[in-house]
């Protein structure tokens, strides 16, 4: 310690503790040179002899001579032990900074191509894995009301290990953020890591974390947290890496949202004219985007406190995905007033388990479709009670007047001629009942009310070309004007049906018929 040369001529006459060490390797003298001193490296030459008196002080000058070279020498040695030293920790700090480098590259290619946070995180905690050899890592993520959580983990893990992971996590978020999570909408998922061994023992305890910020626009809008059994684990390298990876997940996270607004606008212009009602709901059941029709009818078919959506009109919403699958629709009748019968239709989008909620309101079509029904009925009813009244008209012509000329053939006071009459009289109260029986065919509840007759004779075409033979074309020849009137739409039909019967009995062979609408 006192940096002094030491010369012990005789160790058997020195301390105990040289005796001994004498003793034990046969040794009676001894020299201490110190070479060099300092307080990384320290470096001390020892002379010694089973001889007594082995060294003198001509020896000590020799050394005083030689010690410049001996510690140039040991000095260079010990400079190019460390300079080999330095240049293997500098190649293999070289080789892994540049995998890193090359991990957090082919991240930035991979992510630049995600449209979704989920498989963003999910790519964040695969390549972080290749970096970091953490037991668990995980990801949470707060964009307006909709949270993404996601536990990755090498091992099987323990419940309690998972609580503590999702406390420090929250508890983190809410201290740099100052925003409250709503913990039971919480819904955490959990996946095994490529190298994930089921036999392992569980993780059930982590002596080290650390969990770093997703910040994007000066807001913290999430977190990244690693985990390790092992004490200590996480270098400073280490953490550096890992808020370098959270920058460039923020970076990515800013982008996604740009493209998800963007990509939000166009679906809003594209369901904003649309006459059915469009709803999309993202997997919490939030609706995302709803245009007017649909906004005008979601009161009358869900009422709910929270803005969460599950059920239209009573009926879940997974029951209506299946019906749409198998080709079918939920009718929901609102009992209004007015009454209204909508048809729902769902299914899945994107890969987030979105859902896309159709709504269209049927009532008009299902009128109109009933009045059809039943002017196909009553024109039915009215052609076969037509050639039935022909029949039975021309029948009655001739019964009537083969009798009114076997009348005029009798005298007065004839005992035929009061048969003749009954036979007249009720030849023609029968002309009548057929007369009554056919317009009683013809005839509906009279409701005038405006009907636009463009539209009221081009669903009448369709009737009519399944009613006419089909060598009679049907053409129509409607002016561009207003042609809104004040009718009763089943006396405008029979009207046309009428008119369109005479005409295919007027061309047996075929023909055209053409019918003009114009002021």
Avoid at 142 to 148: A, M, P, Q, V
Avoid at 197 to 222: E, H, Q
Wanted: with cysteine.
């Amino acid at each position: 310690k006192q940096k002094q040369i030491l010369l012990i001529p005789d160790l058997r006459s020195g301390p105990y503790n040289w005796c001994k060490i004498g003793a034990k390797y046969n040794l009676r003298s001894v020299i201490f040179y110190p070479l060099i001193y300092r307080e990384d490296f320290k470096v001390f030459l020892m002379l010694a002899s089973s001889k007594v008196r082995a060294f003198t002080k001509e020896h000590l000058k020799l050394l005083d001579k030689m010690e410049p070279v001996f510690a140039a020498t040991i000095e260079s040695g010990y400079l190019w032990d460390k300079l080999k030293n330095l240049n293997a920790n500098l190649e293999k700090r070289i080789k892994q900074r540049t995998f890193e480098l090359q991990i957090l590259y082919e991240l930035s290619k991979k992510i630049g191509y995600t449209l979704s946070y989920n498989e963003l995180f999910q790519l964040i905690l695969r390549y972080l894995h290749r970096i970091v050899d953490y037991d668990v890592a995980a990801s949470f993520l707060n964009i307006g009301k909709e949270y993404e959580f996601f536990i990755k983990k090498v091992r099987p893990l323990a419940s309690k290990v998972k609580l503590e992971i999702k406390k420090e996590i929250i508890n983190a978020f809410c201290q740099l953020s100052d925003i409250p999570v709503e913990e039971e909408r919480l819904n955490i998922k959990t996946f095994k890591a490529k190298n994930y061994n089921p036999r392992a023992p569980s993780i059930k305890n982590l002596a080290s974390s650390f969990t770093v910020p997703l910040i994007v626009n000066k807001k913290t809008i999430g977190m990244i947290f690693v985990g390790k059994e092992e004490e200590s684990f996480f270098s400073e390298e280490q953490i550096r890496i890992l808020y370098t990876l959270a920058n460039q997940a923020s970076i990515s996270i800013q982008r996604l949202q740009s493209l998800l607004a963007k990509e939000q606008t166009r679906v809003e212009t594209a369901i904003e004219s649309m006459r059915e009602g469009v709803i999309l709901l993202d997997k919490t059941r939030h609706i995302t985007a709803i245009n007017p029709r649909a906004r005008e009818l979601l009161p009358f078919l869900t009422s709910t406190d929270k803005d969460v959506y599950r059920e239209f009109g009573g009926v879940k919403i997974e029951d209506i995905i299946r019906l749409t699958k198998a080709g079918r629709h939920q009718e929901i009748v609102i009992q209004g007033p007015p009454k209204r019968i909508v048809e729902v239709t769902a299914s899945f989008f994107g890969k987030d388990e979105g859902v896309v909620v159709v709504v269209d309101d049927v009532t008009e079509e299902r009128e109109a479709q009933r009045r059809i029904e039943q002017q196909e009925r009553l024109a039915t009813i009215g052609q076969l009670a037509g050639g039935i009244a022909h029949d039975f008209n021309n029948l009655l012509t001739s019964i009537i007047g083969f009798a009114q000329l076997g009348l005029m053939k009798l005298g007065t006071a004839h005992p035929l001629r009061k048969d003749l009459e009954i036979i007249i009289s009720q030849g023609q109260r029968a002309s009548e009942l057929i007369r009554q029986i056919l317009d009683f065919s013809r005839r509906s509840i009279t409701e005038k009310k405006p009907l636009n007759l463009s539209s009221f004779l081009k669903e009448i075409m369709k009737l009519l070309r399944r009613t006419l033979p089909e060598n009679i074309l049907i053409h129509w020849e409607i002016q561009p004007e207003d042609h809104t009137v004040l009718a009763d739409p089943t006396h405008i039909q029979q009207l046309i049906m009428n008119l369109a019967t005479n005409a295919r009995d007027a061309m047996p062979n075929g023909g055209t018929l053409i019918f003009h609408l114009k002021k």
